[in-house]
């Protein structure tokens, strides 16, 4: 008897495997004969276009998990004028999700490879991004079938082009991410964190793009962890290759409309010339005056609300001892003294209203010689 039911046993768990077997068989060949289908539904709603020379969609091979592959992918506005560029180009895409958790509406994103590829957001005349309705809100769009899980994928981006352009606002910003690794993290279901290994050249960052942009053709190297929350998204305190130097870099990016964002940067032994080449045109052209021989301590704080039309305010601490210092024409040799420049000028002060040439330095007791005369 027993005998029988163990032979009963094995037939049934040989059946369920062939059942498996087929249904699997059967859904990748469902997914491989509709993979260009089912990629335009699923943007169609998001108002994007998506063209690629080929694709491969699979979980016969490690099921539960499921392979894509792109080759030449495009994502493009269906809907928005000529003339501004695709959203999204890539020579290669590649990610694995796992649908171990499906019964629960979830899918579970593992890892996520881009190759050869550029991200460019623009904005029309009018203010109007690239991006379909992807920045609109989503009240009239029924609730999401599944659920994406992030926690624990892996990032790998190689050779990928970052360009952002909002002409109207005079913001611009550029990078060339030539290797980045990266682990996200979910601790809450509206917030993910990164953190990653990063090298990138920044091409600029134009808060204000009349007088030119930040970081111009500069190396970027270090790592970094970025939360991104509901409301903001935070760049913990890290140290950072800017350039030819370290600095210690955290920074917050408000999400919501007209909040104040900022970036600190703090470096113990600055370069004055290596430093003034990181600066916008116009900056960068005021430092020329000016000279410090030696490195010496400096912390800057840039606070602006990324609104049209608006100047950052930049405070800079810093201390001197015993370097030489240009000033103008003026040279002066073994100046001690600390001290804070911003460029702000309340009108109390003799300030200009709306002025781009405000500019307030406080020092605390400062001596050094000119030529031979000591000054104090």
Same mark, same amino acid.
């Given at each position: ?66 392979? !894509? ?98 002409? !109207? ?11 980045? #690794? ?41 790592? &970094? ?13 890290? #140290? ?8 210690? &870099? ?93 460029? #702000? ?32």
């Amino acid at each position: 008897m027993l005998k029988k039911l163990f032979r009963w046993l094995a037939v049934i768990f040989l059946l369920l495997i062939i059942l498996l077997t087929a249904l699997v068989v059967g859904v990748n060949h469902y997914l491989e004969s509709n993979r260009e289908k089912l990629l335009q539904d699923l943007v169609a709603t998001a108002g994007l276009n998506v063209a690629f020379r080929e694709m491969d969609i699979s979980i016969w091979r490690q099921f539960p998990k499921v392979s !894509i592959a792109m080759d030449s992918l495009v994502v493009q506005d269906s809907s928005h004028a000529a003339g501004l560029p695709a959203l999204l180009t890539a020579e290669h895409l590649a990610a694995e999700l796992s649908v171990a958790n499906l019964l629960s509406r979830q899918i579970d994103v593992q890892s996520f490879t881009l190759t050869d590829a550029a991200f460019h957001l623009e904005s029309d005349s009018l203010g109007t991004f690239n991006v379909g309705s992807l920045l609109q809100g989503s009240g009239s769009q029924g609730p999401s079938v599944f659920r994406l899980h992030w926690d624990g994928m892996q990032v790998n981006l190689q050779k990928v082009n970052l360009y952002y352009d909002h002409p !109207i606002q005079h913001k611009r910003m550029g990078s060339y991410v030539d290797s980045l #690794r990266a682990q996200l993290t979910q601790p809450a279901a509206d917030s993910i964190s990164i953190s990653a290994e990063v090298g990138t050249q920044v091409q600029g960052i134009a808060f204000n793009t009349r007088k030119g942009a930040y970081l111009e053709n500069t190396p970027l190297r270090g790592k &970094v962890q970025i939360d991104f929350g509901p409301e903001e998204v935070r760049l913990a305190p890290t #140290r950072l290759a800017i350039g030819q130097q370290y600095f210690e &870099v955290m920074a917050a990016l408000s999400l919501e409309k007209g909040d104040t964002s900022f970036i600190e940067l703090a470096n113990d032994a600055t370069d004055y010339e290596l430093t003034r080449m990181l600066m916008h045109d116009t900056l960068r052209a005021k430092l020329a005056k000016h000279y410090v021989d030696a490195p010496f301590p400096v912390k800057a704080r840039v606070v602006t609300t990324l609104a049209a039309g608006t100047d950052p305010e930049v405070t800079i601490n810093f201390a001197l001892a015993g370097q030489q210092v240009k000033i103008q024409q003026y040279t002066f040799r073994d100046v001690h003294t600390k001290g804070t420049l911003v460029n #702000r000028l309340s009108v109390a002060e003799g300030g200009i209203p709306d002025s781009n040439k405000n500019l307030r330095i406080a020092l605390d007791s400062v001596h050094g010689y000119r030529e031979d005369v000591f000054i104090e």
